[in-house]
């Protein structure tokens, strides 16, 4: 199992870092093949037959055909995203802290069939917010995602 940040879910909100946390399994865990999975690659443009005035394909048969001759590739999809919000102050050490403290549970809720993460202490915002400390969230939440942090057991 592995988890990483999500760059897309990261921002600053009421006065806190918001950090998307993303859980991956890997080969070997229980239900991988669940999340592992083989996606159509649509060229850009997409679908270049006939379409009304939505976008849709005017002709299913057609569309099937032409998706079904696509080329393919393999993507392991997460099996629970979460988001924590943290203080701009709050060290790398001490976010990647979180993450590996929340992957073993949620892998456990999620193999229990459970929703993981329903459990989790719900964020405390600050009562005021001030203009500075908004920017400090918002330099921080850069510095995060310039990392792209990525974790897990080896």
């Known amino acids: ?3 990483e940040i999500e760059p897309s879910g990261c921002c600053e909100r009421k006065g806190m870092v918001q950090v998307r946390f993303s859980f991956y399994l890997e080969p070997g865990d229980v239900r991988y093949g669940e999340h592992h999975v083989n996606l159509p690659v649509v060229p850009e443009g997409g679908y270049p037959g006939k ?4 976008g849709i ?3 299913e048969a057609a569309y099937k055909a032409w998706r079904g001759g696509l080329p393919t ?3 392991t999809n997460p099996f629970h ?3 924590v919000y943290v203080d701009p102050e709050m060290s790398d050490e001490e976010i990647a802290a979180i993450g590996d403290e929340l992957l073993p549970v949620f892998y456990a809720e999620w193999l229990m069939g459970q929703t993981p993460g329903r459990r989790t202490k719900r964020p405390v915002f600050p009562a005021s917010v001030s203009d500075e400390r908004r920017e400090r ?3 921080r939440k850069g510095e995060i995602v310039a990392k792209a942090v990525r974790h897990g057991r080896d």
Do not use: G, P, V, Y
Request: charged share 40%.
């Open 57 to 59: 394909a005017k002709s």
């Open 73 to 75: 590739k393999w993507q």
């Open 1 to 3: 199992m592995r988890w």
């Open 51 to 54: 379409k009304d005035e939505h």
């Open 137 to 139: 969230c918002r330099r």
């Open 81 to 83: 995203n979460h988001f």
